[in-house]
């Protein structure tokens, strides 16, 4: 398989800080990677390094072979990557259709209807595009940060801990759902997560952060007690 992201030696700051250190990662087409790590070891800065929404970095990013480091966010969307940030960045006061619709807006065509798929994946949201999004509940939330994510018709889909704050019952359809977009649409995967269990479900491999940089990776089987003993465990 192609590689489809790759990072290679990446650093990336907020101010003169540098939060993500020396950092690398390859991730192939229509695999799903895994990011675990405690809180604050540089997770989201990882996410938000892709996307081109840190102060800055150095190093080499790379979707689909083309080197992106330099460019803005929206044309990375573009390119292909979508992006589901923590805590979903839901407008609240537009409705579901319109929240949707933003993310076509970055799409590679000039196509601004709502992607089919958005809606086959979601029959709830297929019912209520005219309901207002602050109603959603949490996990509703969540399923339309994917549905407008899907709106770029992306390449690989960046989710930050996207079971963060969902009810438990709920956790589960989520996982389904991702599962769903990568084993059965072919939608490659990179996911911050704190669940051990959705990440042994999802994942085909793990990579491991901390003090930003990456401390363990290795195909998901590899993902042993010790490893999570030692870099999960508070």
């Known amino acids: 398989m192609s590689t489809l992201l790759a990072m290679d030696r990446v650093t990336s700051y907020y101010g003169k800080t540098p939060i993500l250190k020396d950092f690398s990662l390859r991730l192939e087409?229509?695999?799903?990677?895994?990011?675990?790590?405690?809180?604050?070891?540089?997770?989201?800065?990882?996410?938000?390094?892709?996307?081109?929404?840190?102060?800055?970095?150095?190093?080499?990013?790379?979707?689909?072979g083309q080197e992106i480091g330099e460019a803005p966010t929206h044309e990375r969307a573009k390119l292909g990557i979508g992006y589901v940030p923590q805590g979903r960045g839901i407008l609240s006061e537009f409705t579901v259709r319109e929240n949707i619709m933003l993310g076509t807006f970055a799409r590679r065509t000039d196509d601004?209807?709502?992607?089919?798929?958005?809606?086959?994946?979601?029959?709830?949201?297929?019912?209520?595009?005219?309901r207002r999004a602050g109603l959603l509940s949490g996990g509703q939330k969540q399923q339309l940060a994917v549905a407008r994510a899907l709106a770029v018709g992306p390449k690989v889909l960046l989710l930050?801990?996207?079971?963060?704050?969902?009810?438990?019952?709920?956790?589960?359809?989520?996982?389904?759902?991702?599962?769903?977009?990568?084993?059965?649409?072919?939608?490659?995967?990179?996911?911050?997560?704190?669940?051990?269990?959705?990440?042994?479900?999802?994942?085909?491999?793990f990579l491991m952060v901390d003090n930003g940089r990456v401390a363990a990776a290795g195909p998901i089987d590899a993902l042993d007690d010790d490893i999570i003993h030692k870099h999960l465990t508070i």
Do not use: W
């Open 29 to 64: 087409q229509g695999k799903c990677l895994c990011v675990l790590g405690r809180n604050g070891v540089g997770k989201t800065t990882l996410m938000r390094t892709i996307m081109g929404l840190t102060d800055r970095s150095s190093g080499n990013i790379e979707i689909d």
């Open 112 to 130: 601004s209807e709502i992607p089919e798929v958005c809606l086959r994946l979601f029959p709830y949201l297929k019912s209520n595009l005219d």
């Open 160 to 205: 930050d801990e996207p079971t963060e704050g969902i009810q438990p019952n709920i956790v589960h359809e989520i996982g389904e759902t991702l599962r769903m977009l990568n084993k059965e649409l072919g939608i490659t995967l990179l996911l911050t997560e704190q669940h051990i269990k959705v990440a042994k479900r999802l994942g085909d491999d």
